[in-house]
């Protein structure tokens, strides 16, 4: 019950969040979260890291934006179509790449997502090095007009919302205590008769279109979908906000990417701006070497000892 | 022209020729990450930064203390190597009993930072450093003109790759290296300082990075990211030839370079994913990479 | 029952605490506030950080001290940020800065790509951009706007200036290495146009991605192409960069290199063996006159190098906005522009100028020719400026679509 009443003063925050603060911001630190959540996912969750999750991040971020401008279709239709597309190319790399463990997996996972990179740098969809300008934000059911920020921001949360509940049900329900189980000891659920590849594919495949739909809200929210939301540094950047967060925890890729994302705001367009690398290549070496469960975890294990 | 068949063979010979110079590069970097790999179980992302890194201190050595091409040749990957051996000790040691997956990390944060650092103070565009007098001009060939300083890349990338091939496959300190890599408590319990033999190799490895730089810096220009646009190729090579095998390293990272110089000549667009594309295939057909045994 | 009325309690004081916030957060917004905030966006530290980068802030800034420091009675704001050359980082930067930083107009503006994506976000809220570094002729024609004013220099008039002269020279077969953005498309697509009606061909092309840093391969595919001249439809390093590759692997010895946009510094950067006699068109040359001598003087005590085409244009459309600001006593935009419309622009930078109704800022323009080392006099000291082009014969004529 407790956690209950945590929920809803949240979402009593969120509501009334973009009374106050720039509602863009808002929207993209959703988006971020949406992403991070679906990349603990797979880590978290399945045990697995992937380097190369920016793929379909960006993957859906230019479906919808080309649909948006060349097709004339709304936009919950757009973002459903890139979030298909991502699942799509997470079935495809998924395939290839749950036969490999650990540090391979890693590998193979950014190598993919580069291929994807380099595709979509030449490809005419995707307008190369100027991205896609002037993506429309368009009428949700042809009703609802999002060029309004504060519109937008609340579609973004009940998108936000809708994927983090998707993400909670499957993470408790039998299919993620049975990932729990092959994250914890894979030879022991392979013995007791699973398919394990089976089942990492199918985690990749939810956590990619999960990914997908917070690219395809992102481009919605910045009019624009880029080359940036594709490279490896966004692959690096999801990790940070999971790792920052809490992995394996539920709420932590949410403040994760809080965060980062504030972080990035405060910094870039700062005198500071130059730092922003440097700041985050340090966040990322202390937290490996002293706060591996991130600020989630850390705040968890406080609550625990201290109940 | 020379053409036949509606080929050009002039160009032909000269894409694989720029090929094979891109593929010493290659075969450099991934051999240090073989043998980083080989003995630490961890991938060193930060083994682009040593490369940059590598060309930043011979660009500085040559601007403020006229360091020469052939002093920096030597002095700079000791000087990365030292750096290594500094990260090694004091970051990846206390960790070594976490998942790998974590060292993985932190090399990238230090990449991040490293790169974040050297983009702060020198901008992100590239500055030239100058080819050593000695190496100046080049040759005719019937098919193309060939720098000098070129080819000159290509013999020592080659004979650096072999001599070290050579030194862990065929003498006694290969035979310590290999038995690190299976069964360090044994050769531990045979006296042997497995902990100095992994710091030693991690500097080796990160020292051969250095030097690919300071060879890098007269033909490509010296910018704080041009580590981290060849690691990712470098990586798909790593999982092509199998992560495990030296020589896999050097021999893929070698044919790689000459696969994208085809590509060049024959569908241009293609150049920057073919290697991508071969890593695809090897994955399909054998996971373990070319060379790779069965993990 | 219980649950339901605590539930609500935990989600109303949700609601207030943020309500709380704002009392103590601000927010700025609203563009006609009386309040003229300059924003300049550029590449700080990437590729093209020498042509537009610090120097267009400090160009603006010299604007603004210039101008007295104030206008509408209130002190100039101006503000700062990096693009990285990303069209993303610049679209969301311009974004916040026009809707919640009270940001009037965005100035400096270099690579197309970035421009591109700021002025989709200041075309929508009426703002006004004044670009001075990128050029793309779609400024003023496909993606053209009552909004935009496009300064300094733009494709078109490269590929007049340059080009065509060379053509006509009997410089008939053409290779190009193009930047693989906009800009590189339009400057090679106009440069194109200019070849064929001029009796010349191109005999192919090959796209490099910004910031290439070794361009063998490329100059491989010009030597095999049967061209006589080799076009980098390119700027900033990647030119420099080019052009070494091309004098390492011999080329400079049997083909023209026309460098199709070359800045002062990277002028400066290049090998004087291999650039000399090069010729290009350029929209500013500090040593032209006393004029742009003693500005450029006073540009290089603040910035330690002497200008660039597009900081010299910085300085020229920001003081031509704060006088069209001051004259029509509001920083309302559609005002604002049409007074800086009706004035000509007139300064040590824009000669027999106007600024057309379609945002294009017509200007002499100037081909020079790289001077050899022995015939510089010190390192500033690069061009021979062969030839004055009258901005009506360098730029594309005005589309009647575009006449705001």
């Known amino acids: 019950m407790r956690s209950r009443l945590v929920i809803l003063?949240?979402?009593?925050?969120?509501?009334?969040?973009?009374?106050?603060?720039?509602?863009?911001?808002?929207?993209?630190?959703?988006?971020?979260?949406?992403?991070?959540?679906?990349?603990?996912?797979?880590?978290?969750?399945?045990?697995?890291?992937s380097f190369g999750h920016a793929v379909f991040l960006g993957t859906g971020g230019y479906v919808t934006g080309w649909l948006m401008i060349n097709s004339g279709l709304t936009p919950e239709i757009a973002i459903i179509a890139g979030t298909i597309a991502g699942g799509l190319l997470g079935a495809v790399f998924g395939k290839l790449a749950v036969k490999r463990e650990g540090i391979y997996f890693a590998m193979v996972t950014l190598a993919l997502a580069q291929l994807v990179f380099f595709l979509y740098l030449q490809a005419p969809f995707t307008g190369g090095e100027d991205g896609l300008q002037g993506v429309p934000r368009g009428k949700v059911f042809g009703l609802i007009d999002l060029a309004d920020n504060q519109t937008m921001y609340y579609f973004v949360l009940a998108i936000f919302l809708a994927g983090f509940w998707l993400i909670h049900r499957t993470v408790h329900s039998p299919f993620g205590q049975i990932m729990k189980a092959i994250r914890e000891n894979e030879s022991r659920a392979t013995s007791l008769g699973y398919d394990v590849n089976q089942y990492k594919w199918i985690a990749f495949i939810i956590s990619a279109a999960m990914s997908a739909l917070a690219g395809s809200t992102k481009t919605l929210v910045f009019e624009l979908a880029s080359l940036t939301d594709v490279h490896w540094h966004m692959s690096g950047e999801v990790i940070l906000?999971?790792?920052?967060?809490?992995?394996?925890?539920?709420?932590?890729?949410?403040?994760?990417?809080?965060?980062?994302?504030s972080m990035q705001n405060y910094l870039s367009g700062g005198e500071l701006g130059n730092y922003l690398n440097i700041i985050m290549g340090a966040v990322f070496v202390i937290c490996v070497l002293s706060f591996r469960s991130g600020i989630v975890g850390q705040f968890n294990k406080f609550r625990r000892n201290n109940f | 022209m020379a053409t036949f068949l509606g080929i050009n063979?002039?160009?032909?010979?000269?894409?694989?020729?720029?090929?094979?110079?891109?593929?010493?590069?290659?075969?450099?970097?991934?051999?240090?990450?073989?043998?980083?790999?080989?003995?630490l179980r961890i991938i060193n992302f930060a083994q682009g930064a040593m490369y940059m890194l590598g060309a930043f201190v011979a660009l500085l050595g040559f601007k403020y203390m006229g360091m020469n091409y052939w002093v920096a040749l030597l002095v700079v990957p000791i000087i990365v190597g030292l750096i290594g051996i500094l990260i090694q000790r004091f970051l990846i040691r206390p960790i070594v009993n976490e998942d790998h997956l974590y060292s993985l990390l932190l090399t990238f944060g230090l990449a991040l930072m490293i790169q974040g650092i050297f983009t702060h103070w020198f901008g992100s565009s590239g500055q030239s450093y100058p080819v050593p007098e000695a190496l100046k001009g080049g040759m005719r060939l019937p098919f193309m003109y060939l720098p000098n300083y070129r080819a000159w890349i290509i013999v020592v990338s080659v004979l650096v790759c072999f001599s070290t091939w050579w030194m862990i496959e065929k003498t006694?300190?290969?035979?310590?290296?290999r038995a690190g890599t299976e069964n360090p408590q044994l050769l531990q319990a045979f006296g042997i300082n497995v902990p100095l033999i992994v710091t030693l190799t991690f500097g080796f490895g990160v020292g051969l990075a250095g030097f690919a730089g300071v060879m890098a810096a007269?033909?490509?220009?010296?910018?704080?990211?041009?580590?981290?646009?060849i690691l990712i190729i470098v990586f798909a090579i790593v999982v092509i030839g199998g992560m495990g095998s030296i020589g896999g390293a050097i021999l893929t990272g070698l044919g790689m370079g000459i696969v994208e110089g085809l590509t060049k000549y024959f569908y241009p667009e293609a150049s920057a994913t073919v290697i991508f594309l071969v890593m695809v295939i090897v994955l399909m057909i054998k996971p373990s990479g070319l060379f790779g045994k069965n993990a | 029952m219980q649950f339901q009325k605590k539930a609500?309690?935990?989600?109303?004081?949700?609601?207030?605490?943020?309500?709380?916030?704002?009392?103590?957060?601000?927010?700025?917004?609203?563009?006609?506030?009386g309040k003229v905030k300059i924003g300049v966006l550029a590449d700080m530290g990437g590729t093209y950080a020498d042509l537009c980068g610090p120097g267009c802030v400090t160009a603006t800034r010299m604007a603004i001290e210039d101008f007295g420091g104030k206008a509408l009675g209130k002190d100039i704001e101006l503000i700062s940020a990096d693009s990285q050359l990303k069209p993303d980082i610049a679209s969301s930067v311009a974004r916040k800065w026009v809707e919640n930083e009270g940001v009037d107009v965005i100035g400096g503006?270099?690579?197309?790509?970035?421009?591109?994506?700021?002025?989709?976000?200041?075309?929508?809220?009426?703002?006004?951009?004044?670009?001075?570094?990128s050029g793309s002729n779609a400024f003023t024609s496909s993606a053209c706007s009552p909004y935009i004013a496009h300064w300094t220099y733009n494709v078109v008039a490269l590929a007049n200036g340059t080009v065509k002269p060379m053509v006509s020279e009997g410089k008939n077969k053409w290779f190009f290495i193009t930047a693989d953005y906009v800009f590189g498309h339009a400057l090679e697509a106009a440069s194109m146009k200019i070849i064929e009606a001029n009796g010349g061909e191109t005999v192919g092309t090959v796209r490099a991605p910004l910031g290439t840093t070794d361009f063998s391969s490329y100059v491989l595919q010009a030597q095999a192409s049967g061209a006589n001249v080799v076009a980098l439809a390119n700027a900033g390093n990647d030119t420099v960069n080019a052009l070494s590759a091309a004098a390492e692997f011999g080329l400079t010895d049997y083909m023209d290199i026309a460098g199709l946009l070359v800045f002062t510094p990277n002028a400066q950067a290049m090998d004087p063996d291999t650039a000399?006699?090069?010729?290009?068109?350029?929209?500013?040359?500090?040593?032209?006159?006393?004029?742009?001598?003693?500005?450029?003087?006073?540009?290089?005590?603040?910035h330690g190098a002497i200008p660039s085409m597009s900081h010299a244009g910085a300085y020229s459309a920001t003081m031509h906005y704060l006088k069209a600001v001051e004259a029509v006593g509001t920083d309302d935009s559609d005002a604002v522009m049409k007074q800086m419309k009706l004035t000509k622009p007139d300064d040590f930078f824009a000669r027999n100028a106007t600024l057309r109704a379609d945002g294009r800022m017509e200007h002499d323009m100037l081909l020079v020719e790289i001077k050899k080392a022995s015939e510089r006099k010190s390192k500033n000291d690069i061009y021979n400026i062969v030839e004055v082009i009258p901005g009506n014969k360098a730029y594309n004529p005005m589309l009647p679509s575009c006449a705001f």
Do not use: H
């Open chain 3, 8 to 33: 609500l309690s935990t989600f109303v004081t949700g609601i207030v605490v943020a309500t709380m916030a704002a009392t103590v957060a601000s927010t700025a917004s609203a563009t006609t506030d």
């Open chain 3, 109 to 133: 503006l270099v690579s197309s790509a970035v421009t591109g994506a700021v002025t989709q976000v200041t075309n929508s809220s009426k703002n006004i951009t004044l670009i001075t570094g």
């Open chain 1, 9 to 49: 003063f949240l979402l009593g925050l969120a509501l009334a969040a973009p009374l106050v603060i720039y509602p863009v911001f808002l929207a993209k630190v959703l988006c971020f979260a949406l992403f991070a959540c679906a990349f603990n996912l797979l880590l978290g969750f399945a045990g697995l890291l």
């Open chain 2, 218 to 229: 007269p033909v490509y220009s010296v910018s704080p990211d041009m580590g981290s646009n």
């Open chain 1, 241 to 261: 906000m999971t790792l920052v967060g809490g992995v394996g925890t539920i709420i932590g890729p949410l403040v994760g990417a809080g965060v980062v994302v």
């Open chain 2, 172 to 177: 006694k300190l290969g035979v310590y290296l």
């Open chain 2, 9 to 39: 063979f002039f160009a032909l010979f000269g894409q694989l020729l720029i090929g094979l110079i891109n593929g010493s590069f290659y075969a450099l970097l991934s051999l240090g990450l073989a043998i980083i790999f080989g003995l």
């Open chain 3, 276 to 302: 000399q006699g090069m010729r290009l068109t350029t929209g500013f040359y500090w040593d032209m006159d006393e004029q742009t001598r003693a500005w450029s003087a006073r540009f290089e005590a603040l």
